[in-house]
């Protein structure tokens, strides 16, 4: 437009052209555009025009006072001072809006367990474990899966970890170890004998600890006993849920409602049959529910509802699941992460106090049964197994459970001692694992890794020929048999 | 003239030693093995290598009775174990095989099969893919997401292939990939990835315009482009949880999508290549000579 306006100006005040000594070339240039002006014709050239200072007038002119470009170009009072603007962040248009996970959604992604890959191949001649599968030392070294319903109650349980292999087979299926055979001979043998089976499970990192507490759930729910299970012990001594003082305990014990009520839960899917064919003994007052005697078990787990009252339908259900001389099965209490609770929790007292982990009541509940001084009287089990990877300092456990080691090898001057210098001895802790049983998991027998070897490679997921001398590479790429070593280097390699 | 085959000639190679070397008597001249024949019966006949008045003084022969008993049922093993190598013979096998004799494992294959070897432990693809997944020189965490993006693969199911956005010619059918899942991602990256690149040479066209050519690329160039495309779409992409696994997750589900044909990344193959077919008609550009 500047351009057209200045070529105008030049037309209708030819005296400006004039002042400025037009020669006659630019008279030429002028007659030619009012031509094309005349024509309609549109005026391209505007470069012609460079003698021209009218746009730079136009640029100068101050615009009338009072409108919005006289605002914008009027410089600062100086009454205002220098202003300081904070620019607007510019939105991301880059790509498509994404909706974020909701809350929650990440961590439920992050635990989700997965027990079928449809692309395993089945593999031909793979059994069911039966309830006294375990206990036959002529099944050491086979690879044997777990029945569908055992499947959804360790699902309740929580026996299944995201850090184990389950997502890459067919089928959930388990090796039976020379350890096996042990721990399920002592906990059938005690539950014969209406006596309680004291034991910790202990070893270096991925030895199969876990795995084995997994082992004896199972064969727990396979021949009807109750279980509770605290699939991980962290979750009660970090601080992370709800806790209260429980009126006219001294010492002061604590309650953690919320938890307690994931675990009545838990118990009552995964002990479903039993709960609804037992039935209560006892009457139980101050319920959040009238529970009459000769009701099934399953109505007084129900009626814990909400966080509040749920510590007191726990000690109901109980008291009812131990009762004695009623027909109740043996029952096998379990725990994962034995080290989280060896130690001093992370809760406080009113006066700022750190709580010691077995003023919890729950925890208490476990270690009181682990150190004998409470037992179960229809018989079963009391077994923890320790954890190496995410496991605070404990000096106390650590000792203890190497005492009880060296005595059951039968050292007499072999057995270690307190160092004397050294802080941080935990009486209450050792007090705890005085007179229990200790379990030692080590590496594979290379029998025992060839047989697991045999059912990844019947499965498809492990694509080498599976003889002496790769089973003994693995073996030794394994640490000598550490069965989750072994893992790492056949199945989570970039080699296949 | 050819020599004559001889069954006794080859026996006569045979050598008998006793098993173990450290069981053998303190070193001395007579305890040299003496060699003996397989069909020979008589064993009393060995004659010491050395006569009795060459030996040293005080030197007393170290075999009682009860050596020589041993001596003598280890020699019948040995005409046995002998015996049996010369059935070996007749049956046509080697029995001094190297590659079963004195090895507990065998001999390794050669020329050694490139597994074996440490710097080709891993596909060439899966290596090449790894190190663009690296960051700040963290070889093995990348190795781990690496093996994290084969196992999501591994267990995911069968991909349902788009036939308007074909694989490979030659690629094995769907229900083949997530049991393989090297060929699984060597497919889907070589399937996506662009025939050629399109060079802009400055000031070739003319007023100073940029002339696009377009030049063929080497496939370990295609490929790597091609996850380059991939990275930066996992790059935008929101995690679904949280944790360590998420990065190799999104990357495996961006290769899944490729592989049935949803991922962004084949647009930007098909603009590439449309590009690069418009600009073809420069392909006999002469870079003009240079003025000094």
């Known amino acids: 437009m500047s351009a057209s306006n200045c070529l105008r100006c030049c037309l209708l005040r030819p005296s400006v052209v004039g002042r400025a000594g037009a020669t006659a070339a630019t008279a030429k240039a002028s007659a030619a555009a009012t031509a094309r002006l005349r024509q309609g014709m549109p005026l391209a050239a505007a470069a012609a025009a460079s003698f021209s200072t009218t746009a730079n007038r136009g640029a100068n002119q101050k615009p009338k006072p009072g409108t919005k470009a006289a605002e914008r170009n009027a410089p600062p009072s100086i009454r205002q001072g220098k202003l300081f603007t904070i620019k607007k962040k510019k939105k991301n248009d880059s790509g498509a809006r994404v909706k974020s996970p909701l809350p929650g959604e990440r961590k439920a992604f992050r635990k989700r367990i997965l027990l079928s890959n449809t692309n395993a191949l089945p593999v031909p001649g793979l059994t069911d474990l039966g309830a006294e599968s375990m206990l036959d030392p002529s099944n050491v070294c086979k690879v044997l899966s777990l029945p569908d319903d055992v499947v959804d109650q360790l699902r309740a349980d929580e026996a299944f970890k995201t850090t184990q292999c389950w997502s890459m087979f067919r089928k959930p299926s388990i090796l039976i170890r020379t350890e096996t055979v042990d721990l399920i001979t002592r906990m059938h043998a005690a539950a014969k004998t209406n006596k309680t089976l004291r034991l910790v499970l202990t070893g270096d990192r991925v030895t199969g600890k876990s795995l084995m507490l997994l082992q004896a759930i199972t064969q ?49 899917k995964s002990n479903e049959k039993l709960l609804l064919k037992l039935t209560t003994v006892f009457s139980h007052a101050g319920l959040p529910q009238n529970i009459p005697i000769k009701s099934p078990l399953m109505q007084l787990a129900n009626s814990a509802k909400e966080a509040e009252g749920a510590w007191a339908v726990f000690q109901a259900m109980w008291q009812e699941m131990t009762a004695q001389g009623h027909g109740r099965p043996p029952m096998l209490l379990s725990l994962d992460g034995l080290t989280h609770i060896m130690r001093i929790s992370d809760y406080r007292t009113p006066a700022f106090n750190p709580i010691h982990s077995h003023d919890l009541a729950l925890v208490r509940l476990f270690t009181d049964h682990l150190s004998g001084a409470t037992s179960l009287p229809n018989g079963g089990a009391v077994i923890a197994a320790t954890n190496r990877n995410n496991a605070p300092r404990n000096p106390s456990m650590e000792l203890a459970l190497a005492q009880r080691e060296a005595e059951q090898l039968g050292g007499g001057k072999d057995v270690p001692q307190p160092q004397p210098y050294l802080k941080g001895y935990d009486e209450r802790v050792e007090a705890v694992l005085r007179n229990v049983q200790v379990i030692k998991l080590q590496g594979l027998s290379k029998l025992e890794a060839r047989a697991l070897m045999e059912y990844w490679a019947a499965s498809g997921v492990l694509r080498i020929t599976v003889d002496e001398k790769s089973v003994t590479e693995k073996w030794a790429l394994g640490g000598s048999g550490v069965v989750g070593e072994m893992e790492r280097a056949s199945l989570l390699t970039m080699r296949f | 003239m050819p020599p004559r085959l001889k069954v006794w000639a080859a026996c006569r190679a045979l050598s008998i030693r006793p098993r173990p070397l450290s069981a053998r008597p303190p070193l001395r001249c007579a305890a040299v093995p003496v060699r003996t024949f397989a069909d020979s019966t008589n064993t009393t006949n060995t004659t010491p290598a050395v006569p009795a008045s060459k030996l040293p003084e005080g030197y007393e022969d170290p075999e009682p009775e009860s050596q020589a008993k041993k001596n003598e049922s280890e020699h019948d093993d040995n005409v046995l174990q002998a015996l049996d190598k010369l059935k070996m013979i007749s049956y046509g096998l080697n029995p001094f095989d190297p590659a079963v004799e004195g090895h507990k494992y065998g001999l390794p294959q050669l020329p050694l099969p490139s597994p074996m070897h440490m710097k080709h432990r891993y596909d060439d693809v899966v290596v090449q893919l790894t190190k663009l997944i690296m960051r700040d020189g963290k070889l093995s965490k990348a190795q781990r997401d690496m093996a994290m993006i084969l196992n999501y693969l591994r267990t995911s199911p069968p991909p349902k292939i788009n036939p308007s956005k074909p694989l490979m010619p030659g690629s094995p059918p769907a229900a083949h990939l997530p049991l393989d899942p090297i060929t699984y991602i060597t497919i889907a990256i070589d399937s996506v990835a662009p025939l050629v690149r399109v060079r802009a040479l400055a000031g070739a066209a003319g007023g100073g315009k940029a002339l696009d050519i377009p030049v063929p690329l080497a496939a370990r160039q295609r490929r790597r482009m091609a996850f380059q495309w991939i990275l930066d779409v996992v790059e935008k992409k929101p995690s679904k949880g949280s944790g360590r696994g998420m990065f190799p997750t999104r990357v495996a589900e961006e290769i899944v999508a490729v592989v049935e044909g949803r991922s962004g990344v084949w647009d930007k193959r098909f603009l590439l290549h449309k590009q690069a077919t418009s600009a073809r008609a420069n392909l006999n550009y002469k870079a003009p000579p240079r003025r000094h």
């Not at chain 1, 709800?242 to 838990?266: G, R, S, W």
């Open chain 1, 220 to 268: 727990a729910h396979l021949n009807d006993w109750l279980v509770v299970n605290i699939p991980d012990a962290q979750e009660l001594t970090t601080a992370c849920t709800e806790y209260a003082p429980i009126l006219d305990t001294e010492p002061i014990q604590y309650m953690q409602q919320n938890y307690v009520l994931k675990l009545i839960q838990a118990i009552k």
